[in-house]
């Protein structure tokens, strides 16, 4: 099919082909997409430089980092199973101060088959009692992401404080028992401490969460370090995260661990007594400024030393 135009200027016939005809449709169709993209894109870079967004705030958080988020609380869990596990630890500690055996108690509630009859109603009589909660649903809604990180905080502190009362239990348990003569009570040096350094804190190498297991008493270098009981050097040498380091045993399992130093004035095997210049302070090893940092442990687990500190001021 040819269509002719006549000009009346040239008195000459024009024909357009078929593949003019189909290069004329094209361009009809390709123009308004072109011009509709023009008007779609710019707003979708400004929606990314801050515009409004219409995804729901659910939706965005699948398309942002997901993974982000889920780390971030699989750090928080890590932090409570740790903690947790302390605590455990410093309950067998004090039941076997206490002269208790922790196994007595499961071994009274395994006494009714599981499964059986009675075994299915103390436990469901367990349940009631604990969790003595109700009444009617008023207004329910899924917990947010802010909510459950304000959960996790409060779960945190709750277990910071057990894990404080327990430290306190302990040290009077132990200042009651048969190793209250041991007891390294008096302070290492003539120098305070740093209240908050026991405990959980950000790490000042890598900004994370971890657990100190000492006390820092920050100093000039060269202030003398003396032994905080009587006993037996165990450890005097160079070490990699301790640096400098003096140990000492007290006997039945108590010890006491000096780190940092700069000069170390005793060998192992030797004989100290309590109040004995034994060290003295310094910047060595894993540390960020002179100071001394000061362990006391009962067999391998570490004690919070402002509890003993306390009893001998």
Not at 70 to 80: C, F, H, I, R
Not at 137 to 157: C, F, G, H, Y
């Amino acid at each position: 099919m040819n269509i002719i135009f006549v000009s009346n200027k040239m008195a000459k016939a024009k024909t357009l082909s078929v593949f003019h005809l189909a290069l004329i449709a094209l361009a009809l169709v390709v123009i308004p997409v072109l011009i509709t993209l023009l008007f779609i894109v710019p707003q979708e870079a400004a929606a990314q430089k801050g515009g409004k967004s219409l995804i729901p705030s659910q939706l965005r958080f699948s398309f942002n980092n997901p993974q982000k988020h889920l780390d971030a609380y699989a750090l928080q869990l890590g932090e409570m199973q740790a903690r947790m596990m302390r605590l455990d630890s410093q309950a067998e500690r004090l039941a076997k101060l206490a002269g208790e055996k922790p196994q007595e108690k499961s071994l009274e509630k395994s006494q009714d088959k599981p499964g059986s009859e009675s075994a299915i109603q103390k436990k469901e009589d367990t349940k009631r009692v604990q969790d003595g909660r109700g009444g009617p649903l008023v207004l329910n809604a899924p917990m947010t992401e802010a909510d459950l990180q304000k959960e996790i905080a409060v779960l945190l502190s709750q277990i910071e404080a057990g894990t404080d009362d327990l430290a306190r239990i302990e040290a009077k348990l132990l200042q009651q028992s048969v190793l209250k003569d041991l007891l390294p009570n008096s302070s290492p040096v003539t120098a305070a401490y740093n209240s908050s350094s026991y405990g959980w804190r950000s790490d000042p190498f890598t900004g994370e969460k971890a657990f100190h297991e000492g006390l820092d008493f920050p100093a000039p270098t060269g202030t003398l370090i003396y032994a905080a009981a009587g006993g037996i050097v165990s450890t005097s040498e160079d070490t990699a995260g301790y640096g400098k380091l003096v140990k000492i045993e007290h006997g039945s399992g108590l010890e006491t661990r000096y780190a940092h130093c700069s000069k170390l004035l005793v060998k192992a095997g030797e004989r100290v007594e309590k109040g004995q210049v034994i060290a003295e302070m310094g910047d060595t090893g894993r540390s960020t400024g002179p100071h001394l940092h000061y362990e006391i442990r009962l067999n391998g687990n570490a004690l919070d030393p402002r509890q003993y500190l306390k009893a001998g001021a």
